[in-house]
């Protein structure tokens, strides 16, 4: 029988996870400061592939962040843009 310690280790060496990707398209690459992909008008890409890191913690929190702050950019730039455009 393993001991703990033993099992705490060997989680630590060999344990990953798969389901948190990032880096596929990340900041400056694929997408602008604002999320905004490039050659695409209108789409943003408001996903984990856009970290360049993984956070310390499960990322989902930081997703749900980072939506609601990009959410409220772009209605803020809606206005924006339809106050110049009367």
Do not use: W
Not at 39 to 61: H, Q
């Amino acid at each position: 029988m393993s001991t703990e310690e033993e099992l705490q280790k060997l989680c630590k060496k060999n344990v990953r996870t798969f389901y948190h990707y990032h880096g596929g398209c990340t900041k400056g690459s694929v997408v602008d400061k604002n999320y905004r992909v490039y050659g695409v008008m209108g789409s943003r890409v408001i996903d984990g592939s856009t970290f360049l890191e993984s956070p310390g913690t499960n990322p989902m929190a930081t997703l749900l962040m980072l939506g609601r702050y990009q959410g409220v950019k772009i209605l803020q730039d809606r206005k924006e843009a339809s106050f110049s455009n009367p």
